[in-house]
């Protein structure tokens, strides 16, 4: 058979060559330039991304007469033995068939024969994770201390498996999955030099099933030439392929757009009148929704793995979709996708879960109804405006009892500042009373935060409170009362013992507001007691109260 595949057809030769693994590749031309090769490599990564090809390489450049610094030359008599398997100095092993101790005994013995022609003997395993217990046990010694001849390179796509004394004694690469534009540009220029026509749709088909494995990709390039011939079309290579138009997500969406229902029911018919699996179109439809979170989210579509022509459909979703509404999409979708395994009927749920997504409510109009109610409702404006007037009204009345009665109390002297002679002189050390007590009692100074030095009755310093609730939380923590008590004794050198009260301005105040607040209820003008109860409906919500504190 004359024909060659073109994964072996197109196989690198230089480490040039080699795609998508520069990492790799620049750091073993550096080590053989700067003649610092290793003993012992191991290769690790997913299949068909060119681990065994850099192997190969490896070998021919350590091996090559006339090497052109990192690379071999290609053309000398080792290059060219090396090209057709004819060299004794390179020898492959699949660790998968040759697994058991006695190969691995084998080898240790040939281990010590010095290269028959080159400058090394190189060993390349293959599938290395394959060897038993007692085979990795038996290559542990010969791998630590190799004769100076020798180099192994160890190949792996799972790399989990190789003890941990092994990957001790190799240097370790681990070699990336292929982007999917290096892939299209590798398919390309092999489509170009074998005369091939083939559209950027069809590229990005077979580079998406490759999954990032380049030998795949290659593969596949080859059965659709073989079925569509020298001239490659897109309608031709989706119908091969069973894969799922994407016009259907973009309908989709637009149904969603629209609250389309009816659009649900033809889209699942269309799906399954073309045999096309319910799971591989939800999959597809997480992808779709992310495309349009990525377009939406950067502007641009170079996180798009699609065509070209694609990209362009998605660019225009930007302002469309909110971020918040794409996120409840694609979790409503995901969640779904694993419900959908385990329902009996495939198709049944398939329809429930589109219509689902058609029924979704744009969070924004959600908002919009509640700021529209705002608007439209005077009478609410009305209860806010009395309630901040007599909240207004209550902060003025306790400033003014705040203030220094007397001009007495403010010519003070810093000297006679701290001394507790009179209720004037108290009250002009109250500040810093209370800055004391912030430091030493942060947890239970809220209780006398606001509190004030009414008048002074024989041994009792009268302190006026906010509030009843004040005064029941301090008189039920005698503790903190005698602390209070002390303090007072060592700042303002008398043995006064605190009497609490409350402030009978401010308690009326309070109990005038709270009667207030009761019998304010919510009143809505006709109009807006309908957009009201809508809300309600939207929301499937609850008037709990109508009042100041409602919860709305």
């Known amino acids: 058979m004359s024909f060659l595949v073109t994964a072996r057809k197109w196989r690198p030769r230089f480490f040039a060559d080699v795609v998508g693994q ?38 021919k450049r350590l091996n090559c007469t006339s090497p052109l610094d990192g ?39 040939t281990v010590q024969y010095t290269p028959t022609s080159g400058q090394y003997k190189v060993y390349i395993i293959d599938e290395v994770h394959m060897l038993t217990t007692e085979s990795f046990n038996a290559l542990l010694k010969t791998l630590e201390e190799p004769p100076s001849h020798t180099i192994f390179i160890f190949a792996t796509t799972d790399v989990h498996k190789v003890p941990a004394t092994i990957l001790s ?16 540009e590798l398919l390309s220029k092999i489509a170009v030099a074998e005369g091939i026509a083939v559209d950027d749709n069809s590229l990005t088909v077979i580079a998406k099933k490759a999954d990032g494995a380049l030998r795949d990709a290659e593969s596949l390039f080859d059965q659709v030439v073989s079925y569509c011939g020298s001239n490659v079309d897109f309608s031709v290579v989706r119908e091969m392929f069973n894969i799922i138009n994407d016009e259907l997500y973009f309908e989709l969406s637009e149904a969603v757009l629209q609250n389309n229902f009816a659009a649900t029911f033809d889209i699942t018919s269309k799906i399954y009148s073309n045999g096309w699996n319910s799971l591989d179109f939800l999959n597809g439809l997480i992808e779709h929704y992310r495309n349009i979170l990525a377009a939406s989210v950067t502007g641009t579509s170079k996180h798009l793995e699609v065509s070209e022509e694609i990209k362009s459909r998605y660019k225009k979703y930007k302002g469309v979709y909110s971020e918040g509404d794409l996120l409840r999409i694609l979790n409503f979708l995901n969640r779904s996708f694993y419900e959908i395994k385990s329902f009996p009927n495939e198709k049944l749920k398939l329809e429930l879960i589109l219509a689902h997504l058609v029924g979704f409510e744009k969070s924004s109009s959600i908002s919009e109804i509640i700021k529209s109610l705002g608007q439209i409702d005077p009478e609410k404006k009305k209860h806010e405006q009395k309630l901040n007037s007599a909240q207004n009204q209550k902060n003025e009345t306790k400033k003014e009892n705040q203030q220094p009665e007397s001009v007495t109390e403010t010519a003070v002297t810093a000297e006679n500042r701290l001394s507790g002679n009179s209720i004037e002189e108290i009250r002009g050390g109250w500040e810093y009373f209370l800055s004391v007590i912030r430091e030493k009692k942060r947890i239970n100074f809220n209780l006398i935060d606001s509190s004030y030095p009414e008048k002074i009755e024989g041994n009792f310093l009268i302190i006026s409170l906010a509030s009843g609730n004040g005064k029941s939380a301090l008189e039920s923590q005698p503790q903190f009362v005698q602390f209070l008590n002390k303090e ?10 605190l009497k609490f009260e409350v402030n009978k301005k401010n308690e009326a105040l309070a109990a005038n507001e709270e009667s207030a607040d009761k019998q304010t209820d919510l009143i809505l003008s006709p109009e807006s007691a309908e957009l009201f109860e809508a809300v309600k409906e939207v929301l499937n919500g609850a008037v709990i109260s109508t009042g100041k504190n409602a919860l709305k």
């Open 22 to 59: 520069e990492h790799i590749t620049k750091t073993i031309t550096n080590a053989i330039i700067k003649n610092r090769v290793a003993h012992a490599y191991i290769f690790a990564g997913p299949r068909g991304v060119g681990k065994t090809t850099t192997a190969r390489i490896l070998a």
């Open 71 to 109: 690379e071999p030359c290609d053309k000398c008599k080792m290059c060219q033995s090396f090209n057709t398997s004819q060299s004794m100095d390179v020898i492959e092993i699949d660790g998968a068939s040759n697994r058991r101790i006695e190969e691995i005994r084998s080898l240790r013995e």
């Open 169 to 184: 004694r190799c240097q370790r690469f681990d070699f990336r999955r292929i982007e999917l534009h290096i892939i299209k």
């Open 488 to 497: 007072i004794e060592s700042i303002f050198s008398r043995p006064y013992i």
